[in-house]
């Protein structure tokens, strides 16, 4: 059982297009966080969301935590060809994280 | 500042063989988290190790097993490799304190193959 849903599961668009990437969950997760990882290397840290309703902004990236923290987004908006990479949700859960089944993006140019 | 390190980058092993893998946590952290990464899928908790003790296992087998050292470091061992074993494993360093966000910072990651 997978407690962290991802969709879409890949993702391929053109340069300057925008994209929103669902994580959805039955649990509550005490905070959610979002990672890029790239082909060989080890996933890269985000963003972090604490607060039911929570909206964090990274330049083109906007996150938002549900109200029952139970579900994130993450919006990119004029992608580019460097966002390319796997997008990891991961929720945690008592000193673990728990990883959701990943978005595959590849931008275009 | 340095960041979380691991090795090797690469290995090949044979069904039943025993390995280790190592990892260097990040400056100021305590604690060490480990991940199984399957080809296409997410991470998936392996153990975390804190104060040189296990905190907390996930669903994988006894012959998974960890170390972590005085100075944070930490090795993991797989015991009578499978062919499932296969992936690549993840090292996260993080720094345990009170109030949220279990934010973990990720090493490179080993790649192991079992033939």
């Known amino acids: 059982t997978q407690l962290l849903e991802q969709s879409p599961q890949f993702l391929s668009i053109q340069e300057g297009e925008n994209l929103t990437v669902y994580c959805n969950s039955s649990s509550v997760f005490s905070s959610l966080q979002w990672y890029r990882q790239e082909p060989g290397e080890g996933p890269v840290l985000l963003v972090t969301v604490v607060t039911g309703g929570e909206v964090k902004k990274l330049k083109r990236l906007t996150f938002q935590f549900g109200d029952a923290r139970k579900d994130s987004s993450l919006h990119i908006t004029a992608a580019q060809p460097g966002d390319t990479g796997l997008y990891l949700c991961?929720?945690?859960?008592?000193?673990?994280?728990?990883f959701g089944t990943g978005t595959r993006l590849q931008v275009f140019p | 500042e340095t960041g979380v390190t691991q090795s090797p980058t690469h290995l090949i092993k044979t069904r039943g063989q025993q390995v280790t893998l190592r990892c260097s946590s990040q400056?100021?952290?305590?604690?060490v988290s480990w991940y199984q990464q399957a080809l296409g899928q997410g991470p998936q908790f392996i153990f975390q190790?804190?104060?040189?003790?296990?905190?907390g296992r996930g669903n994988f087998p006894p012959r998974f097993s960890g170390l972590q050292f005085p100075n944070y470091s930490s090795e993991l061992n797989v015991n009578a490799l499978e062919l499932d074993d296969s992936a690549l494993y993840l090292c996260?360093?993080?720094?345990?304190?009170?109030?949220?966000?279990?934010?973990?910072?990720f090493g490179p990651g080993t790649r192991l193959t079992v033939l």
């Open positions: 400056s100021g952290h305590n604690t």
């Open positions: 190790y804190y104060r040189e003790e296990e905190n």
């Open positions: 991961a929720g945690d859960r008592t000193d673990k994280l728990i």
């Open positions: 996260a360093s993080s720094s345990l304190t009170s109030g949220g966000g279990n934010e973990q910072f």
